[in-house]
């Protein structure tokens, strides 16, 4: 397949992907509906319960092949997927015993150059060795591994790699960066004249795979460091439960509301989009409760979840010091085992729902309008304070920022050349405005005309290279 087309799906299959979550919401949203709160418990028991048809498994084994021989282009790539694909799926069962995490799966912490980022659970599993140890990862070893290693659904697992690859890294390798911009991840196309930058790797995957208000991480725009373990907000969460009892599903979803409300109060620029906070935030806190739980005991089907998992999967520990952060040193904990059934989008949906359910703020859209306390949009806990504050939208710089905060959004990392030129051409007016999201869409970018100069001669002595 031509590269161009490869591309092409690529972008097709990452929005098709986001379109599957709002579809299973929109779907799944009567399940909120107290009148119907008996169905809703019936459902998810027996969602929780299902034991996937073994016909079904291989069905969506091959339509898998076919979806990722698609978008690799089939030949070379798609012979490298009968490796793979066989050992994807299938149900889990208890008894499994724990994660290995012995022998070639030992923990190393990263070294010199190897990358770590905001993603807990993408960090341990390289530093397992379960996912490449230098943290430069494609899209079929990662789609593998968390499914197989923490019980990720393909649906899930797959929605999830192709936003990765689409918003951090190189569509065409279909790899990127669990950090930073690293020189194994290189412009798609070879950067095309330099319309294309370099990937910047999850660190700077804003609003697509990392959201503001997370449980542990600082907002981008509020530190320019959304990706290391802040350990005051790694406190708070780990004091939120007494020690000796374990974190619930309907606990974490409480911690989760508050951080909300804490955001609203204490980050200026604190954004929760229909992707980034509705879908990305709260999936981000939803994957901590789900995900991370130790699933050893069959007489604890929802898992357990308990201070000491947090400190392992988060890189914290007891030496020199209590609760010592030591940034990329996230580890799989001994004697855990994974949940016994895939969690896909279905069950994540479900979650959503009934968290939305208890807590309504969770369902929110909108965000802060450069100021604390000036949360602007639909706020389901509070409808006229989000309506009260749409006028402010209209003062200053308000619009524009929003505006370009949503444009972040929909936009790849690799697109910063693009953005640089644009906005060297606005000059000191786009600066004027002031909007932190200015920054973030052109980092790491080379203007265009400063780009053809360092390639072509007759450009650089005539000093232009339009």
Not at 69 to 87: C, E, F, N, Q, R
Not at 214 to 225: E, I, K, M, P, Q
Not at 249 to 261: C, G, K, L, T, Y
Not at 267 to 278: D, K, R, W
């Amino acid at each position: 397949m031509h590269t161009n087309a490869r591309f092409s799906s690529l972008l097709s299959l990452s929005f098709v992907s986001l379109a599957l979550l709002f579809r299973h919401v929109i779907a799944f949203g009567y399940l909120a509906d107290q009148h119907h709160e008996h169905k809703h418990k019936a459902f998810v028991r027996h969602v929780e319960e299902r034991i996937p048809d073994e016909k079904e498994q291989e069905l969506f084994k091959r339509q898998l092949a076919g979806l990722l021989g698609a978008v690799s282009g089939g030949g070379d790539a798609l012979k490298g997927l009968t490796s793979v694909i066989p050992g994807l799926g299938g149900s889990f069962s208890y008894g499994g015993g724990p994660v290995n995490v012995w022998g070639a799966h030992q923990w190393v912490p990263p070294g010199p150059g190897d990358q770590r980022g905001p993603c807990p659970g993408l960090n341990a599993a390289a530093n397992h060795n379960y996912i490449a140890h230098n943290g430069v990862v494609n899209m079929f070893e990662v789609v593998n591994t968390i499914n197989q290693l923490y019980g990720v659904g393909l649906d899930l697992a797959l929605a999830n790699a192709l936003l990765a690859v689409f918003s951090a890294g190189d569509p065409i390798t279909l790899s990127w960066s669990l950090g930073g911009p690293d020189p194994k991840v290189a412009a798609p196309l070879g950067g095309l004249l330099g319309l294309f930058g370099q990937p910047q790797g999850l660190d700077y995957a804003h609003n697509f795979v990392e959201a503001d208000c997370s449980l542990t991480r600082n907002d981008l725009f509020d530190t320019g460091d959304s990706w290391s373990l802040d350990i005051n907000l790694f406190k708070r969460l780990y004091y939120s439960v007494p020690e000796g009892y374990p974190f619930t599903f309907h606990s974490m979803a409480q911690i989760a509301a508050r951080r909300f409300h804490e955001c609203i109060a204490t980050s200026p620029n604190f954004y929760f989009g229909p992707v980034a906070g509705l879908v990305v935030a709260n999936a981000a806190k939803i994957f901590a409760a789900r995900i991370f739980a130790n699933y050893s005991d069959p007489y604890q089907p929802e898992g357990v979840l308990t201070h000491e998992i947090l400190k392992s999967f988060f890189g914290v520990v007891d030496w020199p010091a209590p609760f010592t952060y030591n940034f990329g040193w996230e580890r799989i904990p001994e004697n855990w085992t994974r949940r016994p059934g895939a969690y896909g989008l279905l069950e994540f949906n479900i979650d959503l729902i009934e968290w939305i359910g208890w807590y309504p703020e969770l369902g929110s859209i909108g965000g802060n309008l450069g100021a604390v306390n000036t949360f602007a949009g639909i706020r389901l806990d509070d409808p006229a304070s989000g309506i009260s504050n749409l006028p402010r939208l209209l003062e200053g710089n308000n619009l524009i920022c929003i505006a370009l905060e949503l444009i972040k959004t929909a936009s790849p990392s690799f697109a910063n050349n693009l953005f640089k030129s644009l906005f060297d051409l606005l000059g000191t007016t786009i600066q004027s405005i002031g909007c932190p999201q200015i920054g973030a869409l052109e980092r790491g970018g080379v203007p265009l005309n400063q780009h053809l100069q360092s390639i072509y001669p007759g450009a650089a002595r005539a000093k232009s290279g339009l």
